[in-house]
């Protein structure tokens, strides 16, 4: 959600007449867009914003850059991060992106502290131009922003505000534009997309479904673009009409993520996630009995307040059950703000990490087995860019969302090929076009 944030931001900035540059130094501003899920946000930004000021200083820049500190921690700390650094020029909240270059405006003509945490203007403009998307083959396209769930330890209700979903007939209309510029792959995204509730019927009017969000599906896999991804689903609303929806169309792809947060009903009730561990496994074998192969992905928070050691034993049982394609595991990290950090953090960084290695142990073990499964296999990608790694080595994504690096050149950037898998690693299929 954080690059597609960043993608509309520049969109914006250049059709107001700003010029994006990769260059830092040469940069009049730079605007940090921030996360505040996990882990020291705050300090992570202040050590960023240290660093600008610091290299200004060393190469004696006749004039201060603008800095404007954007995304979830200006949202939720707002004014407060001013206090008594004048490091800042400006904090611009979630919702309130859109009137980026006005907040630069403000600032170039001698404002002081400008902030706007405001709501989302009824004209905000989604769209991304097509040079600021992070790949010119594959497009994010929000269909929902934040959240109302209040899962106990989570931020994002408080820093995202409130579920809002986008008109059908406006996704259409860009997956529609996208197909047209050449983009083979949309990603759906929100913070829970299949809790899609547009304020009317406007675009789904000739598809079915259980759900608006399975409706959408539909329509969106009408539109004849060749891949569609959505993530991240919740549990508790993932209906298995998606799960038939896939099945009924191509280029719906073959992978789910469904995160799942603990093995322990304990623990989940805590978390106040609204499902209970057997809710969680009848949805996961509607998916794993699909006739499509899907792969399955999920996040698992270890060490809760309270969690057991029985508790944890539950979550490797789940895990081992799921047999998960891969799976994103975190500590848990106290939040302010949120119901739990009300609640003692007393699970000790040393049984953190003990269960962390423990449950990724697991986890890449069963991972280690689905992947040597496409050994020999023949599998289609996306080539989507040059390796990292290897000039004479493309990457790109399955369908099932495995990444693969294989031998080839720059000219079928963007093309789906065929490739014949010769080896696995933790996270990576490698292999060989196959003609
Ligand atoms: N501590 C640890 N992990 C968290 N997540 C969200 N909030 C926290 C937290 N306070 C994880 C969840 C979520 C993912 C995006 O981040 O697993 O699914
Ligand atoms: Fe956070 Fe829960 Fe909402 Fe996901 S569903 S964004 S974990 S509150």
């Given at each position: 959600m954080n690059v597609s944030d960043s993608e509309r931001v520049a969109t914006r900035l250049v059709s107001d007449g700003f010029e994006i540059t990769a260059n830092e130094a040469a940069a009049d501003i730079i605007l940090i867009n921030t996360c505040?899920?996990?882990?020291k946000a705050e300090h992570k930004l202040y050590t960023r914003v240290g660093q600008i000021r610091k290299s200004e200083k060393e190469n004696n820049f006749s004039k201060k850059q603008i800095v404007g500190v954007l995304g979830c921690v200006a949202q939720l700390e707002g004014e407060t991060l001013f206090a008594g650094r004048n490091e800042i020029d400006f904090v611009l909240g979630t919702t309130a992106v859109g009137r980026v270059s006005e907040a630069i405006e403000k600032v170039l003509g001698g404002q002081k502290n400008y902030f706007d945490l405001g709501m989302r203007e009824e004209s905000y403009d989604w769209s991304v131009a097509e040079n600021q998307r992070h790949s010119p083959f594959v497009a994010f396209v929000p269909i929902i922003e934040g959240c109302n769930k209040f899962c106990t330890y989570c931020i994002v209700p408080f820093s995202r505000g409130r579920e809002k979903s986008l008109a059908a007939s406006e996704i259409i209309r860009q997956v529609l534009n996208l197909r047209r510029q050449g983009v083979r792959e949309v990603h759906l995204i929100g913070q829970n997309v299949n809790s899609y509730r547009p304020p009317t019927d406007s675009g789904l009017e000739n598809f079915r479904g259980a759900t608006p969000f399975s409706r959408l599906l539909r329509a969106v896999a009408a539109t004849g673009i060749e891949r569609i991804k959505f993530n991240t689903s919740f549990p508790r609303d993932f209906h298995p009409d998606i799960v038939d929806a896939i099945c009924e169309n191509e280029n719906l792809c073959n992978w789910v993520h469904l995160p799942v947060q603990s093995g322990s009903n304990n623990v989940l009730k805590a978390m106040r996630r609204g499902h209970t561990i057997e809710n969680y496994l009848e949805k996961i074998d509607k998916i794993k009995s699909a006739s499509k192969k899907l792969a399955l992905t999920t996040d698992i928070i270890i060490g809760f307040p309270n969690e057991s050691d029985k508790d944890f034993q539950d979550t490797l049982k789940m895990a081992d059950y799921c047999k998960f394609d891969s799976a994103y595991i975190f500590k848990y990290s106290p939040r302010q703000g949120t119901p739990a950090f009300a609640m003692t953090d007393n699970v000790s960084e040393a049984v953190k990490t003990e269960r962390f290695l423990e449950l990724e142990k697991l986890i890449r073990l069963n991972q280690r087995g689905i992947f040597e499964s496409y050994l020999d296999k023949t599998v289609e990608v996306l080539a989507e860019k040059v390796s990292n790694k290897n000039d004479s080595e493309l990457s790109g994504h399955t369908t099932c969302q495995k990444v693969v690096n294989f031998k080839g050149?720059?000219?079928?950037?963007?093309k789906i090929v065929k490739v014949k898998i010769t080896e696995t690693k933790t996270n990576t299929l490698y292999g060989e076009i196959y003609i």
């Open positions: 505040s899920v996990r882990e050149s720059a000219e079928i950037l963007g």
